[in-house]
């Protein structure tokens, strides 16, 4: 297999990320926007209100650092730059975009409570106003997945890996921290940003990028 290729790499992801953004899509161009987050906020549970009130941050920001750290445990210079470069630059479009460009947008649990519409939200769940597009959790689990699949070989481990983000972009419409273009914004941005930085670091003609980070003492008297 020849590294350089992304898709033949880690095409598992590819087709993950494909689904979910046509899916999502074709749901906002069917119901709308506003429908859209009502017709999701209508499923809860106890357990899912559970799940997910942690996952959210647990699953982006939380292994972010696990990853981080068995990076730099166990693996190479070029896999930790996919996943701390790629967030970096990713995260200034998406910083900007928020604040400059849509930040008179509202997060669905404000907007609709302007509305006088009500909705189910969970107790003990920091509610946000402004900055809704697009959402730094679904960028940044996309970082983390694309990561992860190029870690391995495993299709099967891919295909798991790749649904952590579906799963994250799902967490924060559940949670009304966003509408479903937000995480598409997110993800794709993530998306494109992962795939910018993974042929640069490839194509840069530095030898060290594939060399262990931490360097075990293997010597045994």
């Known amino acids: 297999m020849d590294k350089k290729d992304l898709i033949q790499r880690i095409w598992p992801f590819f087709i993950v990320f494909f689904l979910y953004t046509f899916i999502s899509s074709a749901m906002i161009q069917y119901f709308g926007r506003n429908q859209l987050h009502l017709f999701i906020n209508k499923f809860h549970t106890p357990v899912l209100d559970y799940f997910f009130r942690y996952y959210t941050d647990f699953g982006t920001t939380g292994l972010l650092i696990i990853l981080s750290i068995y990076i730099v445990w166990k693996s190479n210079w070029i896999t930790l730059g996919y ?41 003990g769940a920091k509610l946000q106003i402004p900055y809704t597009f697009p959402s730094g959790h679904t960028l940044l689990a996309v970082i983390i997945a694309m990561t992860l699949c190029t870690m391995t070989n495993k299709r ?31 993800a794709t941005l993530g998306f494109f940003t992962f795939i910018f930085v993974y042929y640069c670091l490839n194509n840069l003609n530095i030898q060290f990028k594939f060399q262990p980070i931490y360097k075990r003492n293997d010597n045994r008297n």
């Open 83 to 123: 996943l701390i470069i790629t967030e970096i630059i990713a995260s200034i479009p998406s910083v900007f975009t928020k604040k400059y460009f849509f930040k008179h947008v509202h997060r669905p649990s404000y907007y609709f409570h302007q509305n006088n519409i009500e909705l189910h939200l969970i107790e």
């Open 156 to 186: 099967g481990l891919q295909f798991i890996f790749a649904l952590h983000f579906p799963l994250i972009a799902y967490s924060r419409m559940y949670l009304s921290k966003h509408f479903a273009i937000d995480t598409i914004g997110g």
